[in-house]
């Protein structure tokens, strides 16, 4: 007996947490559901929880034992917690692309720098119509902070769901459309069933600004400027790149981009057709012969990456530019949390070289990318949806925002990664609940969060370690002494003997007089050395080190 079809929707990413956006939508009988994936984004790790991880990215193990059942996979912007997982994560669904031109370029160069050929993407135009299985899928313009954002219509047998995508009201966005929510309601339009929505700025009370607000605030303060002016902003927001470069030409300075990442995102605007009228831009190499009075930098490193422009120019002479006493710099951005420490220390970095240091200052030099709470309602009241799912957000963001829905009598429910929710009916049903993680690029290879590889280096990092090296000879004693080698401790302690000495001597002593029974049993030797050297190590530095024990045996098996 054949199920009557359901439709479903699975965040495996980006519910509960800002990063790694990772949708599925399925539509079909239970179990057999054709899928599209909307986003394959990633988040960035931290020296806390994830130190030396290249990158997070969604465990999509669900999707890819159903990767014969994707239809597609749409990525609504090219924003790295969108897309930044694509190329990673492709080869285990191996669905067709589907993105509008600017997001296929940027797709394009991530697949490209996997090795993969980025054939597999296919550029679809705003009112081009994507067919995929169950699904009919349409781009729709929306304002944001990187050009050709989107978000997605899909119509399904089972009614019409939008997915907001990141967006931001603004009737001039400087550089891309405007969302213009009315302009597919109404006559010839179904009603919308599930909105799916963004939920980022749901708590900030006042109406959003338009990015084209910024342009004076930042001419005048260009202009007034004594020296060498510096911005930095996020590379991929293009509209903010457009206005800092305006205000330089106004002010009669020469433009000069730093930073491969900002190139990469002009370059890939201006092909795409989004970006015109750039001012002529100085190549880095050129920039230092410029009179300081007459150029502006626009640098990478708003959040205080370590490798980028700015931190460089925090430390000193980059590209043969020095900032000095006089020069001005501006972060026409806004320091995402976990990055505050990194971006202060650029900032006193400055300040102890005499820059005048200006930053966001409430708004004044920059205006988020996403929806407040007042325009994310009146989203809702023009969208009118049955049911709001909230996306794009902590949990706390989530369900607040559903919250809001339910006021104005909008069925809502928080739903987080791996919840799969039926949305057949009037109100949205957990079935199923799907195990979810992340996954690690740790170099160049995936590795899973609970595989136990960052945790055994966090344990190191933190605890340091002592490797302890037991030759044994034919007759299962110790031959000569033990030997001790400490990574990350320190080498002496509260007795102030040598720490790896003091350990060799109560190893070779105690094992000296074990008897046969412990020094024949590889495990027992290894446990017994372990306790030694903790024990020392407590009384002496009153740590717990990590302890690896090689035991090597000279007998012949
Ligand atoms: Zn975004
Ligand atoms: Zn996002």
């Not at 997982?85 to 394009?108: C, D, M, Q, V």
């Not at 006559?187 to 084209?212: I, M, Q, W, Y």
Request: charged fraction near 25%.
């Amino acid at each position: 007996m054949s199920k009557a079809p359901r439709l479903i929707y699975l965040p495996l990413g980006g519910a509960g947490e800002i990063g790694m956006n990772c949708y599925v939508y399925g539509y079909g009988p239970e179990g057999r559901e054709r899928l599209i994936v909307v986003d394959l984004g990633v988040t960035f790790p931290d020296m806390d929880t994830t130190p030396g991880v290249d990158l997070i990215l969604p465990d999509v193990t669900w999707l890819a034992e159903r990767a014969d059942r994707i239809e597609g996979i749409f990525i609504t912007h090219a924003h790295e917690d969108h897309i930044g997982a694509l190329a990673h994560l492709w080869p285990r669904l191996k669905a067709p692309i589907h993105a509008r031109r600017f997001t296929s370029i940027i797709a394009r160069l991530k697949m490209e720098d996997q090795g993969l050929s980025g054939t597999e993407i296919q550029t679809v135009g705003v009112g081009e119509t994507v067919e995929a299985g169950p699904f009919s899928v349409q781009f729709m313009p929306v304002a944001h902070s990187i050009p050709e954002s989107s978000a997605l219509i899909i119509d399904t047998p089972a009614g019409r769901i939008v997915h907001s995508g990141d967006f931001k009201l603004d009737p001039d966005p400087v550089v891309g459309e405007p969302w213009d929510p009315e302009a597919r309601m109404g006559e010839g339009e179904p009603p919308v069933k599930v909105l799916v929505c963004d939920s980022t700025n749901v708590f900030t009370t006042h109406a959003g600004r338009s990015e084209s607000t910024l342009g004076p605030a930042i001419r005048d303060l260009v202009e007034s400027a004594p020296g060498l002016v510096a911005a930095t902003t996020f590379a991929s927001n293009v509209a903010r790149l457009k206005t800092l470069a305006d205000a330089g030409r106004a002010a009669g300075r020469s433009v000069c981009l730093m930073g491969r990442a900002m190139k990469k995102m002009v370059t890939a605007a201006q092909e795409a057709g989004v970006l015109t009228d750039f001012p002529p831009i100085v190549p880095p190499e050129m920039a230092a012969e410029v009179p300081r009075q007459n150029l502006m930098l626009i640098v990478t490193g708003s959040q205080g990456e370590r490798r980028a422009a700015t931190a460089q120019l925090s430390r000193g002479k980059y590209l043969g530019l020095e900032l000095k006493e006089g020069d001005t710099f501006l972060f026409s951005s806004k320091t995402i949390p976990g990055n505050e420490r990194g971006v202060i220390r650029i900032m006193n970095n400055f300040s102890e070289m005499g820059v005048n240091v200006v930053d966001d200052q409430g708004g004044r030099y920059h205006v988020s990318g996403h929806a407040n709470r007042p325009d994310l309602e009146r989203v809702h009241d023009t969208l009118k949806p049955q049911i709001l799912i909230p996306n794009h957000g902590e949990h706390r963001h989530l369900r607040e925002h559903a919250r809001l829905a339910e006021s104005k009598g909008i069925a809502s429910d928080v739903v987080t990664n791996g919840m799969m929710v039926d949305l057949t009916g009037d109100l949205p049903e957990v079935v199923e609940y799907i195990e979810t993680g992340r996954i690690y690029l740790d170099g160049n290879v995936l590795v899973g969060a609970m595989d136990g590889v960052i945790r055994d280096r966090l344990r190191l990092a933190l605890n340091g370690q002592v490797l302890v090296t037991l030759l044994m000879d034919e007759d299962d004693a110790l031959l000569g002494d033990a030997w001790v080698e400490l990574n990350g401790l320190a080498e002496r302690g509260r007795s102030g003997r040598s720490l790896s000495e003091e350990m060799e001597a109560e190893l070779t002593e105690v094992l000296g007089r074990a008897d046969r029974r412990l020094l024949t049993d590889d495990d027992k030797l290894d446990e017994a050395a372990r306790r030694i050297v903790r024990q020392i190590a407590m009384e002496e530095i009153g740590k717990k080190p990590e302890v690896t024990v090689v035991v090597s045996r000279l007998a012949v098996e």
